[in-house]
């Protein structure tokens, strides 16, 4: 991650606070590990090696009136576009931005509008599980500004990224996933809070035959 990467996050976050965005979504991916510190009582590092960041929206029907997002983002230099009809958000070579949203009962993955953002995101069922395990993070910016994020809690996240190994491509995507597992496992075996946690997710898996 660079320095530009990092002041542009925070501008990000802040617009989406500043329009009522933030409280909708959830960021996962990799750039969910640059939060994690905030919750491990440890030295966690995160190792950020990409510039895409995945924003669960996470629940469609909410809320009812329109978030100008599309405006607010272009105001602080990003550009908007629908290749292959999913939107995304690009500013410069530093970061991308796509919202994600999940897959209900027997409905199938594909492009899904938000309404309430006038987007096009794309519906996957692996979201699920990560759906069910948020955890609301108290954060500082660099800048001395506070904002609550929510993120998957560290033990679903590693559990997610597990699961979806296999299916993982291109192959040096599957390499950095497992790296990004055992860095993580680690610190979560430093607390009982976290262990805790991944038994809680490890039992959800079990009942529900591993709904992904």
Known sequence: MTKEQEITFWQTI???????????????GSWAEYL?????????????????????YRNINLPKEKIPVIEKLKEIGYVYDENDGISRFYKEDFLELEFLTRILGAGTEGHIKIKSLGIISE??????????????????????????????EPAVY???????????????KKTKDIAAVKEILYHIEKSQEHLSKLQEVYNSLSKNSLQL
């Open 14 to 28: 802040k617009t989406f606070k500043e329009i009522g965005l933030l409280q909708h979504v959830m960021i996962i």
């Open 36 to 56: 994690y510190p905030f919750l491990f009582e440890t030295d966690f590092i995160p190792n950020l090696k990409t510039r895409d960041i995945d924003f669960f």
């Open 123 to 152: 519906g996957l069922r692996v979201l699920n599980i990560l759906a069910s395990f948020p955890r609301e993070v108290e954060v500082t910016s660099p800048e001395g500004l506070q904002f609550c994020i929510t993120v998957p």
């Open 158 to 172: 590693a559990v997610q990224k597990i699961l979806t190994n296999p299916n993982r491509n291109p192959p040096e």
